[in-house]
């Protein structure tokens, strides 16, 4: 049974960037968005104009929390062979009513990739919570899109964290 890490956030948090389950490398590590080829820290630091991807772990996640940016992942445990979402199996879900409930400056949600928006929205019409929210193409490196595609959705946040 794999389970998820901590959320990163602060009463801040005018953004949830919402993940499925950290992949292997990331459960090796355990950081979020491990896995050297995953583009999560580079989008973020492109959306925040800072250059927190060639920071240290605890100094990307400081960066995100600066600007107002929270973490956390819709699964809280499953079972999975590999770091594909298609393989996620026996999905218990974090409790999303409960970390929203303690972010009173919370804005909007994101999710990243499919299978995160799929398990997470499902949850948010479970406790009828009524945040916008952004489906976002995911950074994995699974996810073959090019770069600029990817930053072109991701780009939206920045209205977010603005504001």
């Known amino acids: 049974m ?3 890490f901590a959320p990163v956030t602060n009463i801040n948090s005018r953004l949830l960037i919402l993940g499925s389950l950290p992949g292997v490398a990331s459960l090796e590590k355990a950081q979020y968005y491990g896995h050297p080829r995953n583009q999560f820290w580079r989008l973020m630091s492109d959306i925040i104009g ?3 991807e060639s920071a240290a772990y605890p ?3 400081e960066g995100l929390l600066r600007h107002h940016i929270g973490l956390w992942d819709v699964i809280g445990t499953a079972k999975r062979q590999g770091s594909l979402d298609s393989n996620i199996k026996e999905v218990s879900p974090n409790p999303l009513g409960d970390l929203i409930g303690k972010l ?3 804005k909007a949600l994101a999710f990243n990739g499919q299978k ?4 997470g929205i499902k949850e948010l019409q479970k ?3 009524k945040l916008p929210y952004y489906i976002l193409p995911s ?3 699974a996810h073959a899109v090019a770069y600029d595609v990817k930053k072109a959705a991701w780009i939206k946040l920045q ?3 603005s504001n």
């Open 2 to 4: 794999l389970r998820c």
């Open 50 to 52: 800072e250059d927190i």
């Open 59 to 61: 100094e990307r996640l």
């Open 104 to 106: 009173p400056n919370l």
């Open 116 to 119: 995160a928006a799929q398990l």
């Open 127 to 129: 406790i009828g919570a």
């Open 139 to 141: 950074s994995s490196p």
């Open 159 to 161: 209205e977010i964290i």
